[in-house]
């Protein structure tokens, strides 16, 4: 058990087989200059050398804590850390990323002097494997336009955030029905509470990597945002949230799907996921939104559709081929976006 005084910041640091970099990470977090911090480090079941990394840094720096558990997923271990956190403030930190020297201070500097702000981002200079820079995220700083943006998109970048311990431990922490954007509910839950921003100064390097979660299963993502938008949706509407009932990522592809109220979404990616709408009359009806213009697309399941659309076109079944046709005209024709012109000039 952990004694002494508290802390002004707790960081969280999911940590899962990332020796090549969690070393930096943590090194970053150690040279803050808010020196008044905690770092739980969660060991989700690392076997690559990670472990003894982080125990090294923990008997050079008091400050930082290792949890050692089984391999169980980044939800469990972020829900880990907040309930071990013991500062007024949590923030987080992915163990293959870098928090610039001032980021702790600028963050618990911005909440502490807007108690109506609950979750704070910033900006990001994002870097490749070997710490290239490769570009900058800019992600809009202004707490009304992101409460309107959170309705279409994830506008907060995950590794960059600051909120007060209390506000994510009554909204319940992570939700495991929302896998790889568990953190794009949660902000949209926050929203509903209270106000977010972002800090328009670049205090985190984000790398981008073959091995980060957004490169792991697309389509999981896509439909997990998805879900997230139809929720945030019957909070404000209805005032209740339909997957509070979930207690893991839904099967799109399960008779109960059908049933619940996330069915619409459930016809769109079976035939995202290539069920042949011939046989599965669901999927059939999630194609088929999508040739009238019932369905809208945001940018990620726009590529996904493409790819589905050229797989067809591709297959050798006629029937699906001109489907597939029929309907990349009608997406070209409302959302003419690259991608889908890119997969035009193939199918014909």
């Known amino acids: 058990m952990t004694e002494g005084p508290a802390p002004a910041v707790s960081v969280v640091m999911p940590v899962y087989n990332s020796a090549r970099w969690v070393q930096g990470a943590v090194e970053s977090i150690r040279r803050q200059t808010l020196a008044s911090l905690e770092l739980i480090a969660i060991d989700d079941g690392s076997t690559d050398g990670s472990t003894q990394l982080l125990e090294q840094a923990a008997d050079d720096d008091r400050r930082v804590r290792v949890i050692r558990q089984p391999h169980r997923g980044i939800v469990e271990a972020m829900n880990r850390g907040l309930a071990e956190s013991r500062a007024p403030l949590l923030a987080?930190?992915?163990?293959?990323?870098?928090?610039?020297?001032?980021?702790?201070?600028?963050?618990?500097?911005?909440?502490?002097?807007?108690?109506?702000a609950g979750l704070v981002g910033t900006w990001a200079i994002e870097i490749d494997e070997a710490g290239r820079v490769r570009g900058r995220r800019t992600p809009e700083p202004d707490?009304?336009?992101?409460?309107?943006?959170?309705?279409?998109?994830?506008?907060?970048?995950?590794?960059?955030?600051?909120?007060?311990?209390?506000?994510?431990?009554?909204?319940?922490?992570?939700?495991?029905?929302?896998?790889?954007?568990?953190?794009?509910?949660?902000?949209?839950?926050?929203?509903?509470?209270?106000?977010?921003?972002?800090?328009?100064?670049?205090?985190?390097?984000?790398?981008?990597?073959?091995?980060g979660v957004s490169c792991g299963d697309p389509l999981r993502q896509a439909f997990s945002a998805r879900l997230t938008k139809r929720s945030a949706v019957a909070r404000r509407e209805q005032g209740i949230d339909p997957a509070e009932a979930l207690d893991g990522p839904p099967d799109w592809g399960s008779e109960a799907a059908v049933e619940a109220f996330y069915a619409a979404d459930a016809g769109l990616y079976r035939w995202l996921d290539g069920a042949d709408e011939t046989r599965d009359p669901v999927a059939w009806a999630g194609a088929r939104s999508l040739i009238d213009g019932t369905c809208e697309l945001d940018h990620a399941e726009r590529r996904l559709a493409a790819q589905a659309i050229w797989r067809r076109v591709r297959s050798g079944d006629r029937q699906a081929a001109a489907s597939a046709r029929e309907m990349l005209i009608q997406l070209c024709r409302r959302q003419p976006t690259t991608v889908l012109k890119a997969a035009w000039s193939l199918a014909i």
């Open 92 to 116: 987080r930190l992915d163990a293959d990323d870098l928090a610039h020297d001032t980021r702790l201070a600028r963050q618990a500097e911005f909440l502490n002097a807007r108690p109506e």
């Open 143 to 211: 707490p009304q336009a992101l409460k309107q943006l959170l309705r279409r998109t994830n506008p907060i970048i995950h590794s960059a955030v600051m909120a007060r311990t209390d506000l994510l431990r009554r909204l319940g922490g992570y939700r495991p029905a929302f896998q790889t954007a568990e953190d794009y509910d949660l902000w949209c839950r926050a929203s509903d509470v209270t106000e977010i921003a972002n800090i328009p100064e670049f205090l985190v390097s984000y790398r981008v990597h073959g091995g």
